[in-house]
């Protein structure tokens, strides 16, 4: 500030750190901090309470290099699930936070069915953890995206919120316009996946002022959570078409059958 002395500076310094501190308590107050899977009290805000951390099952090395799915034991780099060699997916690798499971479908579903936006800063920070591999390189991350109907109706696109944190957290670019969802499609949940596989077909297509942007980019496509694969597929092959030198999957939550990986 002008005019300033340097014995001032730390004085006003020291009363906005008291500022903010009484403002937390306020907010504190006002809106107590609460687990962000069961809704029980906790310390701080946008954390989870002991009992539900002990229970997220989170992701962790060693996993599938293709799929990105947990393995129990390590095989060294290169190890591939029978899944991802027999079914080879239409992107190139994919990583997960967390299985969805109990406490990964609540927060997953809190987040796009319960509208509560404070789930989406702590789940980014997770899947920037999981996804350092194949953020490490990335030229943007592209979020799966809502059919304009549902968007206006759900009012957001959890993929984009996703999407958007990590952006901040990674400095990666976050470009929410380059993948367009032309028709809007079923609900996957139920589905077979050869049904959401033919539910998605044709669903989604890059506008032709951006291929020319696509081609030879590195990009990350990202979801809250991969299924069957169906919709990221669909996605993955559009984006290829349009050129992409490389296209990978980083989703919050996963659903992990359990098979085991092979080496090649």
């Known amino acids: 500030m ?3 002395s340097d014995d001032e500076r730390p004085a006003r310094r020291s009363v906005a750190r008291r500022l903010r501190a009484g403002g937390a308590r306020v907010l504190d107050w006002l809106l ?3 687990c962000l899977a069961c809704r029980n009290p906790v310390g701080d805000h946008g954390a989870l309470c002991p009992g539900c951390w002990r229970r997220v099952g989170y992701i962790e090395a060693p996993v599938c290099a293709r799929l990105g799915t947990p393995m ?7 190890a591939l699930s029978p899944q991802a060699i027999a079914n080879p997916p239409a992107f190139d690798r994919a990583r997960a936070a967390f299985r969805f499971d109990d406490v990964g479908r ?25 996804g350092r591999d194949i ?36 400095g990666i670019a976050n470009e929410a316009l380059v993948l367009r969802r032309r028709r809007r499609t079923l ?3 139920g589905l077979t996946r050869a049904q959401r596989l033919d539910n ?13 942007w696509v081609s030879g980019r590195r990009l990350v496509l990202v979801d809250d959570v991969l299924t069957t ?23 919050a939550a996963r659903v992990v059958d359990g098979t085991f990986a092979v080496h090649i």
């Open 200 to 212: 998605v077909a044709g669903a989604f297509h890059v506008p032709e002022e951006r291929k020319g």
């Open 187 to 189: 609900h996957q949940v």
């Open 72 to 78: 129990p034991f390590d095989l060294g780099p290169g």
């Open 2 to 4: 002008d005019g300033e």
């Open 106 to 130: 609540a927060l997953v579903h809190g987040l796009k069915y319960g509208d509560r936006l404070e789930i989406a800063p702590a789940l980014a920070g997770w899947m920037a953890r999981a």
């Open 135 to 170: 953020l490490d390189d990335a030229d943007a991350l592209i979020p799966v995206p809502l059919h304009w109907s549902r968007l206006l109706r759900r009012r957001f696109n959890q993929a984009a919120e996703l999407s958007r944190h990590l952006s901040v957290r990674t």
């Open 32 to 34: 107590p901090p609460l």
């Open 229 to 251: 694969g169906a919709t990221l597929e669909a996605c993955a092959r559009v984006l290829r078409r349009a050129g992409a030198a490389r296209i990978d999957v980083l989703t």
